[in-house]
Every structure is written in structure tokens, then in C-alpha cells.
């Protein structure tokens, strides 16, 4: 991120910030250690609080490549949507700026996206990490329908059934992804109006507007931060339900059994709020309903875990 780019650049990096310039700087390195020359970075400072706007004026002298905006809160929906479009790349790059990206991220992702130019969006496996860095696992080795992918010879491929895949199992990690600018604006990018999972929303909409990969390199981390609340939770299992009634009739042309297993991950989503609010029985009936939906060995033992911690209550 030395030299300033002369022509269009290949690829625009949307960063959304908001009280995060520690983690903020890292993400930065991870950009640059990338070693793509022609991109532009555009970090979205939405309103933040411990001088991140500051910081980010002082590092654009040395780094033309860098383009920072200010916004006044409006979440990241909305400031990932104006870095669209006032990005003049025509594929865009997400990153979080609380998640890395690991060396030769980039590159092959935007090699993959220009032998291809007909792709919506990309994707790749990512690896979970704790608030100390503790390794807590790749994305795709937890989701059955992606697990067998972790094996295989590492690649990108054309996912042919991508618009059901995710409607059953959201796997794909923003940082991970690329996708076509013209995608974007063509689908109106990401919903501002969802409460949450605006992501799970676009993703769904790029997948039914055209074709779509996966790469099983797990090239980016993705920090856990703990804490979670659960009116956070309320309102993204509000949003999941407003997302299947959107998405459903377009999904069950391709695949029946994606919608029971979106009803399943929707039903431990609730399994969960309901065990942060204490409702322990209200739980072990959403864990059923999962379970009855979509068994899986992992959801039998999570239920058994439930009825259990009811009857040493008792």
C-alpha cells in the first residue's frame, strides 16, 4: 500500500470501523502484507469515538492507497454500502476490521474472480479465533454440508447450488468475501432495513443473481469477541424469519430439504436466546424442533445437554 495507483484500481478493500482502531491497525497490516499493489482501501469510520478518524488522516499522507470516510452511526449495513458505491474497482473485497486476512488472501482470490468475470461472489473457510487468539476451529469444519470440503485439494470452485447450500447453513464469513461491484448495486447490496443478518441476506440474493465459488483456504481470521447480548440475539432471529419468508419460495424450486434445515438452524438459534434468558424448558423444546427437523449427532447431544441441566435444576 506504498505506491499510488496511475489507473483503475482491480480491487477495492471496504473496511466498516466503529471504536475498533487497535484491532483496525491490524486488519490494515494484513492488507498490506497482501503485497497487491493495485488496490484501493477504503475504511468507513462510522462515528467512532477513540480517534480513529484521526489516526486514518495521518496514515493517508503516506498511503495514498487509503480512503477514509466519516459517517455519524448508522451501523455497518449502511457504511459498507456508501464505501460500495464510492468504490472504483469493479470487484470489492470485505474485511472486518476486527478480522485478518492471511497472506496470498487476495491474489488468488481476485485471479479466480478475472478468469471468471461472471462470478457474483466468493468465499472461503476461515478459522475462529478466541479473545486471547485461542484456535477455536474453521467455519467450514463445523457445518456438515461444507465439513467434507476441508479435505480435499485446496481450490476455488464453482458451487452450483449455492442458493440452497447457504440458505441452509450461513457459512460464508464476510471478511471472505468478493464480489462483483455491478452485483452489488444491481441487488442494492446490503438491506439496511433488516435488524440484522443483513449478510445472510445479501449473500442469498448475489447466489439467486448468479454464479458463485467457494475456496477451502482458510485465508482469514476471524476474532470471537465475547459478550454477546440477547436483544443482539432477539433481533437477528427477527431478521432470520423475515429472511426465510423472502427467500424460501426461490430456494424450495432447488432444494426441499433447505428449507427444513434453515427451520432447524433457526430453532437452535432460539434453543440458545431462550438458555441466555434462563428458559430452560422453552430451550430443550426449541433443541427438539431442531432436532425432529434436521438430526444430527451434534443437535442430539446439545439437547441432551439442555435436559440435562433442567433436571439438575429441579
Known amino acids: 500500500m506504498s505506491n499510488p495507483v496511475a489507473t483503475t484500481p482491480v480491487c477495492s478493500v471496504?473496511?466498516?470501523?466503529?471504536n475498533c482502531l487497535a484491532y483496525l491497525k491490524q486488519a490494515l497490516i494484513s492488507v498490506e502484507q497482501q503485497?497487491?499493489?493495485?488496490?484501493?482501501?477504503?475504511?468507513?469510520?462510522?462515528?467512532?469515538?477513540?480517534e480513529t478518524w484521526q489516526w486514518l488522516q495521518q496514515q493517508q499522507i503516506s498511503k495514498p492507497q487509503l480512503r477514509s470516510i466519516k459517517l455519524s452511526g448508522n451501523g455497518p449495513a449502511y457504511a459498507r454500502n456508501i464505501a460500495i458505491q464510492h468504490a472504483k474497482a469493479p470487484l470489492i473485497a470485505f474485511l472486518d476490521a476486527d478480522d485478518t486476512w492471511l497472506p496470498g488472501k487476495l491474489q488468488r482470490q481476485i485471479n479466480f474472480h478475472q478468469a471468471f468475470p461472471e462470478l457474483s461472489f466468493s468465499f472461503t473457510d476461515y478459522r475462529h479465533l478466541g479473545p486471547n487468539g485461542e484456535d477455536r476451529g474453521t467455519c467450514f469444519e463445523f457445518w456438515p454440508n461444507y465439513r467434507h470440503l476441508v479435505t480435499q485439494a485446496k481450490r476455488y470452485q464453482i458451487k452450483h447450488d449455492a442458493a440452497?447450500?447457504?440458505?441452509?447453513?450461513?457459512?460464508?464469513?464476510?471478511?471472505t468475501v468478493?464480489?462483483?461491484?455491478?452485483?452489488?448495486?444491481?441487488?442494492?447490496?446490503?438491506?439496511e432495513q433488516l435488524p440484522s443478518a443483513e449478510d445472510w441476506d445479501l449473500w442469498l440474493?448475489?447466489?439467486?443473481?448468479?454464479?458463485?465459488?467457494?475456496?477451502?483456504?482458510?485465508?482469514?481470521?476471524?476474532?470471537?469477541?465475547?459478550?454477546s447480548e440477547s436483544?443482539?440475539?432477539?433481533l437477528r432471529i427477527k431478521a432470520m424469519h423475515t429472511i426465510y419468508?423472502?427467500?424460501?419460495?426461490?430456494?424450495?424450486?432447488?432444494?426441499?430439504?433447505?428449507?427444513?434445515?434453515?427451520?432447524?438452524?433457526i430453532a437452535t438459534a432460539e434453543a440458545e436466546l431462550c438458555n441466555e434468558e434462563h428458559q430452560r424448558l422453552s430451550a430443550i423444546i426449541a433443541r427438539l424442533k431442531a432436532?425432529?427437523?434436521s438430526p444430527s449427532r451434534r443437535r442430539l447431544i446439545e439437547t441432551l445437554a439442555d435436559t440435562r441441566n433442567l433436571m439438575l435444576l429441579r
Open 35 to 50: 503485497q497487491v499493489s493495485n488496490i484501493e482501501v477504503i475504511v468507513v469510520d462510522d462515528n467512532s469515538s477513540d
Open 291 to 293: 432436532l425432529f427437523l
Open 205 to 227: 440474493k448475489l447466489a439467486l443473481s448468479g454464479p458463485v465459488a467457494v475456496a477451502n483456504f482458510c485465508d482469514c481470521q476471524y476474532l470471537m469477541r465475547d459478550g
Open 231 to 234: 436483544s443482539k440475539s432477539q
Open 178 to 191: 468478493m464480489a462483483s461491484r455491478s452485483a452489488l448495486l444491481d441487488c442494492f447490496a446490503f438491506d
Open 14 to 18: 471496504v473496511i466498516p470501523s466503529y
Open 164 to 175: 440452497s447450500s447457504l440458505f441452509a447453513e450461513n457459512v460464508v464469513g464476510t471478511s
Open 245 to 265: 419468508q423472502r427467500y424460501a419460495p426461490k430456494v424450495a424450486k432447488q432444494s426441499s430439504q433447505a428449507l427444513t434445515q434453515a427451520k432447524a438452524r
